[in-house]
């Protein structure tokens, strides 16, 4: 069967399995071989990293054709109103792309959220908030470029959920295993169903 890790990425974690000092790499936290990331999480960003060795598992996952929701938990400097965050509700023009609408609400700092290493940066004279915006996309810090359109610049971003699958139970660094049962997978195109590789593969030691 298909093997799928759930990864807590830490903040400062580059998406690859090559190094790349001075940060640390997903090398440094799975010991798995051959798998490969699902989609991207910025080096920047913190949660949820999925990681497999089934390449139509892969597709399922990463391409927007499959319209996985993605939940992220954001905090923002200011204290939008939801009058301010109407236009993430419709689609913002961000130069180079319209989003599609996005699924948004205010919320409460997450409880047990931990700690981000480094600390965040505030400023003293200006609040924070917390949002939780869910998106069917994916591009290029495409969360934190709606919120600064908006006027709301995100201080911390972490990826809760994919599709049916979240953080729950996992701390920062941690990953567990599932398997995935073969009627979940979408078809797999003509040809050898392979991963994308994203840097090499992944190390051959183990913990």
């Known amino acids: 069967m298909p093997q799928l890790i759930l990864l807590n990425k830490p903040y400062g974690v580059i998406c690859q399995f090559s190094p790349s000092p001075p940060h640390a790499s997903l090398a440094d936290f799975v010991p798995i071989r051959d798998v490969y ?5 910025d080096t920047d960003s913190e949660g949820l990293l999925l990681l497999t ?7 399922k996952i990463a ?3 499959h319209k996985l929701p993605k939940t992220y938990w954001v905090q923002v400097e200011g204290s939008p109103s939801l009058l301010d965050l ?9 130069g ?12 409460e700092e997450p409880a047990g959220l931990w700690p981000r290493v480094p600390p965040v940066r505030f400023r003293a004279s200006v609040p924070t908030a917390w949002l939780e915006i869910i998106i069917r996309e994916g591009k290029n810090r495409q ?3 709606m919120t600064a359109k908006v006027g709301f610049p995100t201080l911390r971003l972490v990826r809760y959920a994919i599709g049916e ?5 996992l701390s920062p660094g941690a990953w567990k295993a599932e398997t995935v049962d073969a009627p979940r997978l979408v078809k797999p195109a003509a040809g050898p169903a392979k991963p994308k590789q994203r840097g090499r593969r992944g190390p051959n030691k183990t913990r």
Not at 37 to 41: C, D, E, H, K, N
Not at 96 to 107: G, K, N
């Open 86 to 94: 109407q236009p993430l509700l419709t689609g913002v023009d961000l």
């Open 143 to 145: 969360v934190r470029r």
């Open 53 to 59: 060795d089934s390449g139509p598992l892969q597709a």
């Open 165 to 169: 699958w979240s953080l729950d139970g």
């Open 63 to 65: 391409d927007p054709k």
């Open 37 to 41: 990331p699902a989609g991207r999480l």
């Open 96 to 107: 180079d792309f319209t989003t599609q609408p996005a699924q948004v609400r205010l919320i």
